[in-house]
């Protein structure tokens, strides 16, 4: 008889869910966490909310949002899901999330007017993500979840298509552990800048990795090497604009800068490269880590005024500074000439108008310049002068393995695996494509992990 | 850490946090945190008596140590407070008495001393270890003037330098509206009366570990309602003697005696809870200099109960003189340190509250 009735590899969101869920229909329940306890929690640790369709207004949400128009903004945001299904499948069973995650020690926070109100999409954790996986910890383990940390599974025994251990390495060893099912939920492969190379070659050197350092993919590697069938784009992330200046791991919220649409973006040739004055928000947030990605040493900088440097969200890091275009294109890596004329030429096509309303797009566009800004175009000419380095920060990777209605992970030829499930950043690739929903990777691992857990757990016991 | 270090780091940690904002739900702290771009030695030390070390915002925090951002906020909070309370406290020979509790802990054993060893001199033993019974017991032991003329010395003088530090401390707070409306002062009030912040956002703080939970905020109402009732019990013996002609002791159903034992019952639990806790507490967000000024003020508290709980058990027996002579020995301690001890907490984490409500107009 195995030990296990369910393995969960991996410790975030999508595992916790994933092994809360099996606890409730199977007495044991293993947890592999690859990361030491400090660590816990994968990139879950830096989220803050999550998204889900509600049919009204309550103490969290601020109005309604149906299941109809979370597909809609998902369709609309990162184009046809793999899988429109699997799709409408998360966006109904968001419905269920906010009571699910309450019955397991989740805590809310109460709206307040900040800078970042999304409060009629997304539902906000108390304290951020650390404090939602802490709350899961403390529950799992008071239902007598096993949790193990600093535990790596190298790979899977599978034998005809059907699961039977898990390859732990030990110090100077490997140990097996058997189970009934497995569900993996270890995250994509975005800490890993080799297998990231070879889609981006060396660009991929200049990538900030926001999270964890513990997501290589190798999990999604034994999986592939098993027979599993990919889907999604390699080349598609999450990713955002970061300060350059940002840690290459773990950096976490704190180095996301989202003044753009305040000024102007250039490159280290000193010339811009996409409208800054996007209207679509969500857009505006999730493009930006791409577009940087694909210039001259994935470089760019933000560049600002005194008029608009104090209002954004207050970076960690200090802009830098100087009173001439001049003098701040010394400061920084870029072609002084170009960047120069690149400032005169937006000025000129500005409007005029030296007030940006963020609330809504203001219409207030450049002409005659290409690429333009369409809204919010006011002059930069008010000394000093601002530039925030920007790089691409990797939050995760879109590629993964195919899944089945019940979470099944899928082979090759179409058939499923018996008895492997997975959840998270990993399946992730059979909902988005490209593109990003604020809060949506949270629900895709509460809904997937919830679904794997479950289905892992009553489907071990026959 | 030397002074500009601990401002320049509070700052550096302040920014990072300003840039997550993950923690404003947590508490007041990081809603006023959000008002703010740069943080001098007025934010940090307005935003150290903000907050009320619930250490909710240390275990969601993902950049605590290891991590290279090296994010403590009770911790460096904690250290701010202290430097605050002696910045505000005075003279500067006593006030050293936040940074070095040696000193704290002379003053108030030498107070003590003084106080046995006037009524042994004074009082003799003879009259010290006789029985006494009947009204004016106490006084035909320690006579009336005796007591209450070094008493109402100390706290007057606690008073004063309260309140030199109540003004300094709110110009130094200072940042935006300066004028107090008088519902801001109700809402500031029922902050601090009812600890509403002292919740974590909501499940209970996390202390004396991890997991929330309301024990820290229950023992520390307990001793505040606790020490407030025996402060009544003796406004009202006051009354009772000047007023009404009685003198002590009074009889054990009277109400001097009743608020005053429920207050020392109240005060002793909610001391002992909180010690108890603070022995437990995870010293990871913690500042370890606090904790020699907390647990010195935690057990005044608790042996100015227990003092007077005996001295009231052994009113009719020879030991009622020992009983009242360490009773106001430890009261002479705890009044003493008033001003340079944790009792400062009161003053100035009330004004950062008056401040914050004020903000938030």
């Known amino acids: 008889m195995n030990l296990f009735d369910v393995i969960v590899v991996g410790g975030g969101n999508a595992a916790l869910s994933a092994a809360l869920a099996a606890r409730h229909v199977a007495p044991r329940v293993l947890i592999l966490e690859r990361a030491p306890e400090y660590m816990r929690g994968g990139n879950s640790r830096h989220t803050r909310n999550i998204r889900c369709a509600h049919g009204s207004a309550d103490e969290f949400f601020s109005a309604p949002y149906s299941e109809e128009e979370f597909l809609e903004d998902l369709i609309g945001v990162t184009g046809s899901p793999a899988n429109l299904d699997l799709a409408k499948f998360v966006s109904r069973q968001s419905t269920k999330l906010p009571q699910w995650m309450s019955e397991h020690g989740v805590a809310w926070q109460q709206p307040l007017a900040g800078t970042l109100s999304l409060g009629r999409t997304n539902r906000f954790f108390l304290g951020g993500g650390k404090n939602l996986l802490n709350a899961y910890y403390r529950t799992a383990q008071k239902m007598g979840i096993e949790i193990r940390y600093s535990s790596f599974v190298e790979d899977l025994i599978i034998e005809d298509d059907s699961f039977e251990a898990v390859v732990l390495k030990t110090n100077g060893g490997r140990e097996l552990i058997r189970a009934n099912a497995v569900v993996i939920a270890a995250g994509g492969y975005e800490a890993n800048i080799e297998w990231l190379k070879r889609y981006w070659g060396d660009s991929a050197n200049n990538f900030i990795i926001r999270g964890t350092p513990y997501n290589d993919g190798s999990m999604l590697a034994a999986l592939f090497e098993k027979g599993a069938k990919p889907v999604g784009d390699p080349k598609a992330f999450h990713a955002i604009a970061v300060d350059a200046r940002a840690p290459k791991f773990d950096g976490g919220i704190v180095t996301r800068l989202d003044a753009t649409p305040f000024g102007i973006v250039v490159n280290k040739l000193g010339r811009r490269f996409y409208d800054e004055g996007e209207a679509i928000w969500p857009k505006r947030y999730a493009i930006w880590g791409g577009l940087i990605a694909a210039q001259p040493d994935q470089l760019a900088y933000v560049i600002i005024d005194a008029k608009t440097v104090g209002r954004f969200l207050p970076p960690m890091f200090k802009p830098y500074q100087a009173d001439s275009l001049e003098c701040l294109a010394s400061l920084i890596d870029v072609d002084r000439g170009t960047f120069v004329a690149t400032l005169r030429e937006f000025n000129c096509a500005t409007s005029g108008k030296t007030e940006q309303r963020m609330e809504e797009p203001d219409g207030n566009g450049t002409r005659g310049i290409n690429p333009p800004k369409s809204n919010w175009a006011i002059p930069i000419d008010k000394p000093p002068f601002y530039a925030l380095p920007l790089r691409p920060g990797i939050t995760f990777t879109y590629m993964g393995v195919e899944i089945d209605e019940t979470g099944r992970v899928l082979k090759q030829g179409g058939r499923p695996f018996k008895n492997v499930y997975a959840a998270g950043e990993i399946m992730s690739g059979n909902i988005l494509s490209r593109g990003y929903l604020a809060g949506f990777g949270m629900t895709i691992g509460s809904v997937f992990g919830e679904l794997a857990g479950r289905m892992a757990a009553t489907n071990g016991r026959h | ?361």
């Open chain 2, 1 to 361: 850490m030397a002074d500009t270090d601990l401002f320049a780091e509070a700052n550096r940690q302040l920014v990072i946090c300003n840039a997550c904002r993950y923690c404003e739900g947590l508490c007041p702290v990081f809603r006023a945190i959000e008002t703010r771009r740069d943080f001098g030695k007025g934010d940090v030390f307005y935003l150290a008596n903000l907050c009320h070390d619930c250490r909710a915002c240390y275990y969601a925090c993902m950049f605590t140590p290891p991590h290279e951002f090296a994010i403590n906020i009770p911790k460096i909070l904690s250290d701010a407070r202290i430097e605050s309370y002696k910045e505000w406290s005075w003279p500067s020979l006593f006030a050293r008495a936040f940074k070095e509790s040696r000193i704290a802990f002379f003053l108030g054993a030498l107070i003590s001393l003084l106080v046995v060893i006037a009524a042994v001199v004074l009082v003799g033993p003879s009259r010290l270890f006789a029985p006494h019974a009947g009204p004016g017991a106490f006084y035909a032991i320690i006579p009336y003037p005796a007591m209450v003329v070094p008493a109402v010395t100390i706290v007057l003088f606690g008073i004063a330098v309260w309140i030199r530090g109540g003004i300094r401390s709110w110009h130094e707070m200072k940042d935006g509206p300066q004028s107090v409306s008088g519902t801001t002062l109700i809402r500031a009030a029922g902050a601090a009366l009812g600890l509403r912040h002292l919740q974590g956002g909501g499940p209970g703080c996390t202390y004396p570990d991890e997991r929330p939970s309301s024990g820290r905020r229950i023992y520390h109402s307990l001793v505040f309602w606790g020490f407030l009732l025996d402060f009544a019990s003796t406004t009202l013996a006051y009354v009772y003697q000047d007023f009404l002609h009685e003198l002590p002791p009074y009889p054990v159903l009277s109400p001097p005696v009743i608020l005053g034992t429920l207050g020392g019952v109240l005060l002793l639990i909610g001391a002992a809870g909180l010690i108890w806790f603070k022995w437990k507490s995870d010293r990871a967000p913690a500042e370890g200099r606090a904790y020699a000024m907390d647990y010195a003020f935690l057990i005044l508290l608790g042996l100015t109960a227990l003092t007077g709980m005996l001295t009231l058990i052994f009113r009719t027996t020879p030991a009622l003189g020992t009983f009242l002579v360490l009773h106001l020995a430890v009261i002479a301690a705890l009044f003493i340190t008033v001003p340079y001890g944790k009792f400062v907490h009161a003053l100035y984490r009330s004004l950062a509250l008056v401040r914050y409500y004020v903000e938030r107009e």
